[in-house]
């Protein structure tokens, strides 16, 4: 069964290709996407044809950090009705309690694990695909905005312990540094982060817990 994600997935996709000198509608073509897609977040598409656009886009644009520099333009709107519920959750623990719970509203192709190891809390976000070929811009794209949803709940300034990748490093780290800080490495075992356990049950002073009620039975 093909894995959907919305077509929110591709917010800023075609200011980004541009400005890269890509042609976006082609690219949504190559792979077999509706132009309108770009118009209608809430469309759901196959996850497949999203990771394979953002393949061909950083390829074609010889820009390694194309999924990155896509996270950058990220708000916790972009995940639609799943951003109502993680915006109320009284402690980051409970944000992302829900995310493992309803990340499927918003993208079926994504799992979030999150293990306590002592001091340390491992945030895993790993990628299904049913096809062959390297989902690289898709999952640093996925931790990077992991990292974003993070700093909405514990402010701008905070940083992660360490952020993870499975594939290896690319010639500059530029854009990594930029979006993820100083502490990327790669050649791990898994995508994700890893950050202080006492984030966990920080308080999130925005939180409205009768709105997270409501968000709960509206997902």
Known sequence: MTALVRSAALTHFAELAGSCGLDARALLARVALLARCRADPDLKIAAHRVGRLLEIAAEDAHEPGFGLRLAESRRLSNLGPLALLVRDEPTLRGA????????????????????????????????????????????????????????????????????????????????????????????????????????????????????????????
């Open 96 to 219: 992302l309690e829900a995310l493992m719970q309803h990340i499927h509203v918003h993208n079926e192709a994504i799992a979030v694990q999150v293990a306590e190891h002592g001091a340390l809390v491992v945030i895993r976000t790993e990628l299904a695909s049913e096809r062959s070929g390297t989902l690289r811009q898709a999952s640093e794209l996925v931790v990077a905005v992991s990292c974003r949803v993070l700093q909405v709940l514990l402010g701008a300034s905070w940083q992660p312990r360490r952020v993870c990748f499975t594939h290896a490093a690319p010639k500059s780290l530029a854009v990594h540094h930029r979006v993820l800080g100083p502490a990327v490495e790669f050649g791990h075992e898994f995508n994700g982060i890893v950050c202080n356990a006492a984030d966990l049950d920080a308080p999130n002073p925005g939180a409205d817990p009768i709105m997270a009620r409501y968000s709960h039975k509206l997902l």
